[in-house]
């Protein structure tokens, strides 16, 4: 594989390479607690009307809500690629030949619909408000729904980063978050393509790539991602991944949290209280999220 620019170490470093937790001492991280959702989309708007307003920007929504599992933006943007890796296979070793991640561009339409399942989920149910699960063993199971916001997973092992040819996606030392640098982007798309997540996008009237920011510039100021902040629902905790039970005082301060962070202790507890989004691509997103509680179960 060619080598990429890894900006941790300053040089070249072939690829994939893994950022581990103890890389760093802070980390961009999420927790969204997908019980308190209520699609309601302020922080789809907020996120938009902050960065994706101008020309050629129409489609991009960098937090889009999604009815699970229902809906999905681009449309199945999920069970397409997942079809395509065998059991235990991530997506960097299921790359063909010359290509750093497996992936695919989403086709236009399968961008149309942002809301796609809004609408489905309500009116009348099903004969026994049952719906098909598995056609061939004719099995069922109940209805049932829920919402799942979306964003950039700021991966700790980003796959955008592997596909692009011009090394203009990096990773910043000092939080983790990926960003992209448009001014060596030459719009090739090969981070639209290798993103199992689907959120680098192509802008057609610059010709070139954009792809979330995490809010780098608030959080530069003190304050926490437009999503974070807009939410009604307090559904979204934001902060440093990687300050676990055993980390000093923040900042040399003694604080009544000692200095531990809640998001460390809901991803990395024993219990697991939030888990990522298909771990199984292998890019090691940052953003959690707290399971439904009403949930699919077997009739």
């Not at 989403?106 to 809301?115: D, F, I, V």
């Not at 192509?202 to 926490?224: A, H, L, M, Q, W």
């Not at 200095?259 to 809901?266: E, F």
Request: glycine content about 10%.
């Amino acid at each position: 594989m060619p080598d990429v620019y890894n900006p941790q170490l300053g040089r070249e470093q072939p690829y994939p390479y893994e950022h581990r937790a103890e890389d760093r001492d802070y980390h961009w991280g999420m927790v969204i607690n997908t019980n308190r959702c209520i699609n309601c989309n302020t922080c789809s708007f907020a996120c938009k009307s902050t960065w994706t307003s101008g020309e050629g920007e129409e489609y991009m929504w960098w937090m889009n809500v999604e009815t699970e599992p229902y809906g999905g933006y681009p449309m199945g943007w999920d069970m397409k690629l997942l079809s395509e890796l065998e059991e235990g296979q991530t997506i960097f070793e299921a790359a063909d030949s010359g290509e750093q991640a497996t992936g695919y561009i989403a086709a236009k339409q399968e961008w149309e619909y942002p809301a796609l399942g809004d609408d489905q989920v309500h009116g009348e149910y099903p004969t026994g408000e049952t719906v098909e699960s598995d056609l061939e063993n004719d099995e069922y199971h109940d209805i049932w729904q829920f919402y799942l916001p979306r964003l950039c997973n700021h991966c700790k092992n980003p796959a955008c980063l592997a596909g692009c040819p011009r090394q203009a996606i990096y990773k910043r030392e000092e939080d983790g978050i990926v960003l992209l640098d448009q001014e060596r982007c030459r719009g090739y798309r090969r981070c639209v393509k290798a993103c199992p997540y689907h959120k680098p996008m192509y802008n057609p009237e610059t010709g070139i790539t954009e792809k979330p920011v995490g809010c780098y510039p608030r959080i530069e100021e003190g304050n926490v991602p437009r999503c974070v902040s807009s939410c009604i629902g307090k559904t979204r905790l934001h902060g440093n991944i990687n300050r676990g039970p055993d980390a000093g005082h923040a900042g040399g301060k003694k604080s009544a949290a000692d200095g531990r962070s809640p998001i460390n202790h809901l991803v990395h507890s024993d219990e697991k209280v939030a888990l990522p989004l298909y771990p199984q691509f292998g890019t090691q997103p940052q953003v959690f999220y707290m399971p439904p509680i009403t949930s699919r179960r077997s009739s």
